[in-house]
């Protein structure tokens, strides 16, 4: 499997849509690495439509796409919602990542990945 969406990420996704009035059979996360942030490769996220070259991850009716460059860096990733004290959000679990930092955004792929 590319990536997995836990219960936790799909309720409060389907939370977002609904909150912008977007439909789940048209809208989804967009989950993408780019450049930056302070460990060298930084996720973002939006909430976007599908495009042909994604790939479509769905679980408990709510969708995350991810483009095939940043597919490269999240194979086997958890995508999670966390509701802490001090920190809510996305969260990703990525096995890819030789190291994390401390922000929870920003990772340095394992050398043998990528």
């Known amino acids: 499997m590319p990536l997995t969406l836990t219960d936790s990420a799909a309720r409060h996704l389907r939370e977002l849509l609904e909150d912008r009035d ?4 048209e809208m989804g996360l967009r989950l993408f690495v780019e450049k930056g942030g302070c460990a060298g490769m930084n996720y973002a996220m939006k909430i976007d439509a599908p495009r042909p070259e994604d790939t479509v991850v769905e679980h408990a009716g709510v969708r995350v796409f ?10 086997g990733s958890e995508v999670d919602y966390v509701d ?11 096995p890819n990542a030789a190291r994390s930092c401390g922000c929870g955004t920003s990772f340095e792929p394992a050398a043998s990945g990528n």
């Open 84 to 94: 802490a004290l001090n920190d809510a959000g996305f969260k990703i679990h990525n």
């Open 66 to 75: 991810v483009d095939p460059d940043s597919l490269a860096y999240l194979r």
């Open 22 to 25: 977007a439909s789940p059979d």
